[in-house]
């Protein structure tokens, strides 16, 4: 199995001195805080071994936490400190965004670092900078309608991206997006026609010189271009289509049963495009992980971490609804006391691999097996996403010292 730490570019600061600090994502201090703790970490992850560094891109978060607007600009930066590992952004979101920037933005980056990029494309959920970039042209996430939207969107940017990637010259007559602009007419008066004639792509110029198709560059350095993952919270339809497309699912999902249901779907669609894949293959899982001395002390780690952020700001989403057991009252939206409260559930449902570094090593065996039963198959699980909610939320020895124990003590077991 190989690992990503996923850390979700946090300003360190309590919710007490976000007040005090408000906005604190525009504090230039604290700002530069949280890019040291993240090139530290990269650093360190990159000399333990870790497969992979991931971080979100969200926009306009003022309070502080995911602070990161552009992820291919921060892998510049990182790449040039660390020696082997790669770079996955979780997620660009094509529906905000122009299909050819982004893929010239990765393709440029995957060429500065010799292979050492890999893409995450998602829809997107976050209705205020969305909304806004957007312009209401290609979600506005408002009710089923936009979401139909947005899905078209997405699928159709990932078929531009691709031709971006691929093809050395290319149009696109797409119901969101054509190229050239506009399709039909092409583009008139184009002075470099001549230059593009003679050293261009042959067929990016028609007879009356008028250009018909176009040519991205730079091409990615790894051909046909870098691994692609697509996460999923609630939509199997993502999952599906990742499947159809070859591309790797990373899969919130995390309740036993659930999870091993959906791997097994996945496998189910990529056969039925005639790939054989092994349960397990091209799949993923987010998890977050605390480690302890003693259960008592990773249970403390848990709540200050990942139930403080699930409980704090997640949950507003709607998110804890994935942790939903049958002893919940179906009728009433889930939700929890306190962090304590949300801390016990994540481990019950095994989104949280929580406990000593025994404990920790068998719950990430089982992950490993997708959790084969007695007597069922048992799956090699591509890829495990460590959302690393100690980013930010606690000190750095700390946060060093959780990555060391896992790399040494748990990921050999299941390497």
């Not at 040039?80 to 790669?86: A, D, F, G």
């Amino acid at each position: 199995m190989k690992v990503s730490v996923f850390a979700m570019p946090t300003i360190p600061a309590t919710l007490k001195e976000r007040k005090a600090l408000r906005p604190i994502g525009r504090n230039t201090e604290r700002y530069q805080m949280m890019l040291e703790e993240v090139r530290e970490i990269a650093v360190l992850a990159d000399e333990l071994g870790y497969d992979a560094f991931s971080t979100t891109e969200h926009h306009l978060h003022s309070e502080g936490g995911e602070v990161m607007p552009d992820p291919i600009t921060l892998y510049a930066d990182l790449a040039v400190r660390t020696q082997n590992i790669h770079f996955y952004p979780m997620s660009i979101v094509p529906t905000a965004g122009d299909p050819i920037r982004i893929a010239e933005s990765i393709a440029l980056l995957d060429q500065l670092t010799k292979g050492r990029v890999g893409a995450t494309f998602a829809r997107g959920y976050q209705k205020r900078w969305i909304q806004i970039l957007s312009q209401g042209g290609s979600t506005s996430l408002v009710d089923a309608d936009s979401d139909v939207r947005n899905r078209e969107v997405y699928n159709e940017h990932i078929d531009v991206i691709l031709k971006a990637w691929t093809q050395d010259s290319w149009d696109h007559d797409g119901k969101h997006y054509q190229v050239p602009f506009p399709y039909g007419e092409g583009i008139k008066g184009f002075g470099g026609v001549d230059w593009t004639r003679d050293f261009g792509s042959e067929d990016e110029v028609d007879g009356d010189g008028v250009i018909r198709k176009i040519g991205v560059t730079p091409p990615p350095y790894q051909r046909p271009y870098p691994p692609i993952w697509v996460p999923y919270t609630v939509s199997p339809a993502s999952m599906i289509a990742a499947a159809k497309r070859g591309f790797t699912c990373i899969a919130t999902e995390s309740r036993p049963e659930s999870f091993r249901a959906h791997a097994q779907a996945y496998q189910a669609a990529a056969q039925e495009q005639g790939r054989d894949l092994k349960l397990g293959e091209l799949f993923g899982a987010t998890r977050s992980v605390c480690i302890g001395e003693t259960r008592e002390e990773a249970f403390e780690m848990a709540v200050r971490t990942a139930a403080y952020e699930w409980h704090n700001y997640f949950n507003k989403f709607g998110f804890t609804e994935m942790w939903r057991t049958a002893e919940d009252d179906p009728n009433t939206p889930l939700s929890f006391p306190d962090e304590a409260a949300l801390a016990k559930r994540l481990i019950e449902t095994r989104q949280l691999l929580c406990g000593t570094v025994d404990d920790v090593r068998r719950q990430m065996e089982e992950l490993h097996t997708c959790h084969a039963g007695p007597g069922e198959e048992e799956g090699q699980l591509d890829w495990m996403v460590w959302q690393f909610f100690q980013q930010g939320t606690v000190p750095l020895d700390v946060q060093k010292r959780q990555l060391e124990l896992f790399a040494e003590k748990v990921l050999p077991a299941v390497r």
